[in-house]
Structures are given as structure tokens and as C-alpha cells.
């Protein structure tokens, strides 16, 4: 049986409910990593600078995801090189959500082990959908009752953050049933070592970043995933000069994304 996080109050180092609740049966919701690789598998160059490469339409495609998810999840990495405020700036998608009874954004999930989160960052001052935050012990004190002043924090014991609990409060606290996972490559391998990536949405894009030391989705070169991870492809479009590729767990019984986001024209 696995011990909740401790959720900590705004104001309190202490935490609001120290009760360890049962996680066996809960759910989580379908994971969709969303990535956007040039030509040679890379997700960003070796100096770790934002993801720049592909076109506006692919930037649109990305939003379009965000609006059809119920939530957002990216690593602290991610985050901070990028400076996401992860909200949702296309109006018309606003809108919509809005319309069919939705909050306008979907909430924003940031996972960080050691919990040295910048709070001058856009995520924390962004306002127009809930943020969540997963870090564990290793955050620093001064930190913790900051962050959860601007976002629901959880504490997780040790050292690192229990990905599986972590989606399961998403899916029993949170209702999320649907979530893109935005990165970065050391967060989608964690994942995928636990087997909680159900589907990859790839924007292949005609460039070629070569080096060893750039990321690719899964991070750094590093050791093989045992087992291997296998996925099928279930859609595959080119627009413009770039490729998406849409594919689903190998041995899933869904064959679509349980959402609807644009792909062809
Ligand atoms: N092309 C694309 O589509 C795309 C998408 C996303 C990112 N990127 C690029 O990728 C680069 C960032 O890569 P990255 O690997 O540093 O990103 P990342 O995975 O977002 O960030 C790594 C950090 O996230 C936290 N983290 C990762 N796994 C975790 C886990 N299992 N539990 C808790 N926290 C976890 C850790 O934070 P702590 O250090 O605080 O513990 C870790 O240092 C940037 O250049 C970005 O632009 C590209």
C-alpha cells in the first residue's frame, strides 16, 4: 500500500493532512507526451536552449492539445528554460473550453525532486488556471509555504517524486482523465520507466541538430529502457515540412488518443 504525499498549506510548513490513504485502486489519466524532434531525434541543442524549431502551425497544434487536455504536465527543466507560464494564450480556445462548461485553461502540473523552484518564474504568476506542484523532503523549508501560497503543493517523502501516486491524486483530487505531458526528455524517460506514457505525439521537424550531449525525448544518451518501450503508429500526416506522428502503446485496446486534437488540414 502506498502513502499519500503530504499536501502542505499556504503559510504552514506543516502539513494539512498526514493521514496515509489507500492509492492501490485508484486510476490515472491517459499520459500523451508531446514532443516536437528534428531529423535526428533531438529535442533541443546541447546548450538545453528553449524549443524554437518548428513552425507556428506546430505552436497551434501544441495549444490545441493543451485546450483538449484536462491538465498539463512539464518538469521543472522544462519550465524554467522555456519560461512557460503553461497557460493556454489562444482566445479562441478559451473561448471554446468555455462553452462546453470548462474552466478556460487546464491545470498546470510541474514535478521538481529537488524542489529549487524559481518562483519569479511565469508559471507562478499566471493566474488563469490552477497550478499543482509535486517536489519531495528535498525541498528547501523557506520554499515550501511560498509555493503553496500560488500552487496545491505536495510533499513526497525521499528523494524523488512517485509518478504513479502523483497521477493517481491527478486523476482522484483533481478529476484529470486527460493529460499531455510537455517534457522535458528526463521527465518523459522517468515515466516511461514506469511504464505511464500511453501515447507520443512527435512533430518531426527537417532539421539536423547532430551532437552527442542535445536531448532527444527520453533525455541525454543514457542506458537502455529494460524492457524496451514499444508503441504503434495510429495516424501520420505531413504539414508543411513537418511530420506528426501520433502512436499509442503496443497492447493498448484504444486505437485514438481519447481526445480530439488537429492533425491534417
Ligand atoms: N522539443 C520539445 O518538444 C521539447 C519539449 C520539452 C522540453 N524541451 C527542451 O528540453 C530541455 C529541458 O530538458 P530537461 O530534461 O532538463 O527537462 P525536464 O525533464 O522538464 O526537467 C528535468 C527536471 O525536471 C524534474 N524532474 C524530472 N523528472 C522528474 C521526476 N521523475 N520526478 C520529479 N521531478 C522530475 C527535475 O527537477 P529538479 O532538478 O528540480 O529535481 C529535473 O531536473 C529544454 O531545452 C527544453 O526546451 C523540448
Do not use: W
Not at 92 to 110: F, N, Q, S, T, W
Amino acid at each position: 500500500m502506498r502513502k499519500r504525499p503530504l499536501k502542505m498549506k499556504p503559510d504552514s510548513h506543516s502539513p494539512s493532512s498526514a493521514k496515509p490513504l489507500s492509492l492501490r485502486d485508484a486510476k490515472r489519466p491517459f499520459v500523451l507526451a508531446h514532443f516536437a524532434v528534428t531529423a535526428d531525434g533531438k529535442i533541443s541543442t546541447r546548450a538545453f536552449t528553449p524549443a524554437q524549431f518548428t513552425s507556428r502551425a506546430d505552436k497551434r497544434r501544441l495549444q490545441e492539445a493543451r485546450a483538449a487536455a484536462d491538465a498539463i504536465l512539464a518538469g521543472r527543466g522544462t519550465v524554467e528554460t522555456d519560461n512557460m507560464s503553461m497557460g493556454l494564450s489562444a482566445k479562441d480556445l478559451r473561448e471554446a473550453r468555455k462553452a462546453k462548461g470548462l474552466p478556460p485553461a487546464p491545470i498546470r502540473v510541474m514535478v521538481s525532486n529537488s524542489g529549487r523552484v524559481d518562483l519569479e518564474g511565469k508559471v507562478f504568476s499566471y493566474s488563469e488556471s490552477p497550478l499543482v506542484v509535486f517536489s519531495t523532503s528535498r525541498m528547501p523549508e523557506r520554499l515550501r509555504s511560498r509555493v503553496a501560497r500560488k500552487a496545491d503543493l505536495f510533499i513526497f517523502p525521499g528523494k524523488t517524486v512517485d509518478l504513479s501516486a502523483a497521477l493517481q491524486i491527478l486523476r482522484e483530487d483533481f478529476g484529470v482523465k486527460r493529460l499531455v505531458c510537455e517534457g522535458g526528455g528526463r521527465l518523459l524517460r522517468a515515466l516511461a520507466e514506469r511504464d505511464l506514457v500511453d501515447g507520443i505525439r512527435l512533430t518531426v521537424a527537417p532539421k539536423v541538430f547532430g551532437g552527442y550531449s542535445a536531448p532527444t525525448i527520453t533525455g541525454l544518451p543514457g542506458d537502455f529502457l529494460l524492457p524496451p518501450q514499444e508503441f504503434r503508429i495510429i495516424r501520420q500526416s505531413v504539414e508543411g515540412d513537418e511530420c506528426i506522428i501520433d502512436t499509442i502503446r503496443a497492447g493498448s485496446r484504444i486505437s485514438h488518443f481519447p481526445f480530439r486534437i488537429s492533425h491534417t488540414k
